[in-house]
């Protein structure tokens, strides 16, 4: 959590009156309307899954990496951050250098990755991947931000494939206090929309499968 940012989400805050905020490490996906927040560790294809997902015409891409999050007007809000097109070209320029590379699986999908020297190894080239990925974009013609105005949208459900290791923790900020990481995603923001808990563990397809099928579902009214 930078100052930059911070400073950043604070200000977003105060323009669409949220409170508490949040900024969570996962993604969002537009079905009928409403938010869809998709949280987990690196490397699990949450990217990949939404991007698929708006190309079958199944909901659309509302943001990723990053997702703004915040009680207003009685209910949990994400405001978008117009970092989408930004993100998404990294996105590509990251699975590419992972395919390249041979490294284009999630380090995730047992119970105790870090605990072997292998997948530790694996774990580090995941994260150099993505800020090479950052840099080359940032660098590349046209990578930079495009002038957005804020929007927001109330979110219907939140999907959590926690992972126990998972070293990428989300934030949340209540009045003038500073930003606490957060844990439990799931307790966290069950006052405040439906959760549904998906496992993280077994190979990418049945991952994704779990997580299509938490993402889609009916929320019971």
Not at 7 to 23: E, H, K, N, S, T
Not at 38 to 46: E, N, Q, S, V, Y
Not at 65 to 78: D, F
Not at 162 to 191: K, N, V, W
Request: net charge positive; proline share 6%; glycine share 10%.
């Amino acid at each position: 959590m930078t100052p930059a940012l911070e400073a950043q989400a604070r200000g977003v805050a105060d323009v669409f009156g949220l409170d508490p905020i949040w900024i969570v490490h996962g993604c969002a996906l537009l079905l009928g309307g409403e938010a869809v927040v998709l949280a987990g560790p690196p490397g699990l294809g949450k990217s990949r899954l939404l991007f698929e997902l708006e190309r079958r015409g199944e909901g659309r891409c509302l943001d990723d990496g990053l997702v703004l999050l915040g009680v207003g007007r009685g209910r949990l809000r994400l405001v978008e951050t117009g970092t989408l097109a930004f993100a998404r070209r990294g996105f590509r320029i990251s699975l590419l250098l992972r395919r390249l590379l041979l490294i284009d699986r999630s380090v995730f999908s047992t119970p105790a990755p870090l605990h072997h020297r292998r997948t530790r190894l694996l774990d580090r080239a995941l994260c150099r991947v993505a800020d090479l990925a950052f840099k080359l974009n940032v660098a590349l013609p046209r990578g930079r931000l495009a002038p957005h105005e804020p929007g927001d949208v109330p979110v219907s459900h939140f999907v959590v494939a926690a992972h126990s290791e998972d070293q990428y923790p989300s934030f949340r900020l209540d009045g003038a206090r500073s930003f606490a990481a957060i844990r439990d995603l799931g307790a966290e923001f069950a006052p405040y929309a439906h959760v549904h808990r998906v496992s993280p563990l077994g190979s990418r397809a049945e991952v994704a499968r779990r997580i299509r099928s938490a993402l889609l579902a009916p929320v019971a009214t």
